[in-house]
């Protein structure tokens, strides 16, 4: 079995700067490269049957990606309600892709990872932290922005664009000291991939809390995943060979049936040290 090694010298280098207009205004520049290696299953060049109609095989030359981030946010804060501007462009090189294609001996695909080329995300964000009183806060987050991925696949040079844009939000109800009630929604346009396209996105999710003072360290839970039965997601893949003529093209819709229902009671030992996260970005690592 060959053997494959990897030395070479590389620079992640990572800068920050921030600027204070004001109290309640500023400015925030950020740039970085980092290293994003393949996954072992991903490299493992042993052909397995996945289901009766794909078969899998790793590349064992697969080369780790590389990926550059530049971003430039306008924090603003009015009163308790904050609110922030991002213009980004986030670019990774050597990019990692599942790809398709024929094996005509049983006329069945073959699954399998390619260094198929780079994609390119350039954009704006738009994110805000609302608070109504003291008893409801809400996040509302968008984004809009170019997405485009180049590579040559199996032959074939890919370059597909799409106008990419997201969605999401979520409420914070303290309806009592002790009872707090939570919805959250998500919605992702429909976008390019590197060997077709990914369909738009929606789902919605909603939890009860009850944490009562007399049951020190419990906390009892309601929670309904997938609100309005929306958790599909639908992909179609194509392939071309060196010459350009089209040898499949596959829809593939995948349907997780929802509501769910979800009912838990927690205890905890040490209520001490409890951290809160922060909300995310709405453009997320999902977009490449």
Do not use: C
């Not at 700067?17 to 299953?41: G, Q, W």
């Not at 430039?72 to 599942?98: E, V």
């Not at 927690?266 to 997320?284: D, I, P, Q, R, V």
């Amino acid at each position: 079995m060959p053997e494959y090694k990897v030395r070479q010298l590389d620079w992640f280098p990572s800068l920050h700067l921030s600027y204070n207009f004001n109290e309640t205004s500023s400015v925030i520049f950020a740039a970085s490269r980092r290293i994003n290696r393949p996954r072992t299953k991903n490299m493992a060049p042993f052909l397995y049957r996945r289901h009766y109609e794909v078969y899998v095989v790793g590349d064992p030359e697969l080369k780790p990606e590389y990926l550059t981030n530049f971003e430039l946010t306008f924090d603003k804060k009015l009163g308790k309600q904050s609110f922030a501007l991002t213009g980004f462009y986030r670019g990774t090189d050597n990019a990692i892709f599942r790809v398709n294609t024929v094996y005509k001996k049983e006329n069945v695909l073959i699954r399998s990872y390619t260094n198929s080329g780079n994609v390119k995300a350039l954009g704006a964000e738009l994110n805000a932290n609302l608070t109504a009183g003291k008893f409801a806060k809400f996040f509302v987050g968008g984004s809009l922005y170019n997405f485009n991925t180049q590579g040559d696949v199996f032959g074939y040079k890919e370059d597909n664009s799409s106008t990419n844009w997201s969605l999401k939000s979520n409420m914070n109800l303290m309806l009592r000291k002790d009872l707090k009630f939570t919805l959250d929604f998500d919605l992702r346009s429909a976008t390019v991939t590197t060997q077709g396209r990914n369909e738009m996105f929606y789902m919605s999710n909603a939890a009860l809390n009850y944490s009562p003072d007399v049951l020190n360290g419990w906390n009892l839970g309601v929670k309904v995943l997938d609100l309005l039965g929306s958790n599909v997601t639908g992909l179609n893949t194509r392939a071309y060979n060196p010459s350009g003529t089209q040898i499949f093209y596959q829809e593939v819709e995948y349907t997780r049936y929802g509501p769910i229902l979800e009912v838990s009671a927690k205890y905890s030992f040490n209520m001490k040290g409890k951290s809160h996260k922060k909300a995310e970005s709405t453009f997320g690592k999902e977009q490449f």
